[in-house]
């Protein structure tokens, strides 16, 4: 074998990234409508959970899809939640629910406490 090295390669600069400016149309009339602001998600609390559960007890005859709508469209504290999510939370509900007998503090709780 012969003592063959390799020519140094240039690392490759960053990628750009890219700013979450929204770009205005200059020739648009002016609006005082507000652009929809993207969010990350948030988890909801189990209090919101509860009154989610609440509402579909008495609402048995909405799809899923429906419910979701109804939440994002409040008025007053809207919850954003996706259809997904809600389906995992009514497959959760026992558990949810057991968790508030457990301890009546875990309303304002994301997620069960583990201690070890």
Do not use: C
Not at 89 to 105: D, F, G, M, V
């Amino acid at each position: 074998m012969s003592n063959m090295t390799r020519k140094p390669q240039e690392k490759p600069a960053p990628y750009k990234q890219r700013s979450e400016t929204v770009t205005k149309n200059k020739d648009a009339p002016a609006t005082s409508a507000k652009p929809h602001k993207v969010t990350t998600r948030k988890n909801l609390t189990l209090n919101d959970w509860l009154v989610v559960f609440a509402y579909i007890d008495t609402h048995p005859h909405q799809s899923q899809a429906e419910i979701v709508l109804h939440f994002e469209n409040e008025l007053t504290g809207a919850l954003a939640f996706s259809q997904s999510a809600l389906s995992r939370a009514l497959k959760r509900r026992p558990e949810l629910e057991a968790r508030i007998n457990s301890n009546p503090n875990t309303l304002s709780s994301k997620r069960p406490r583990v201690v070890s």
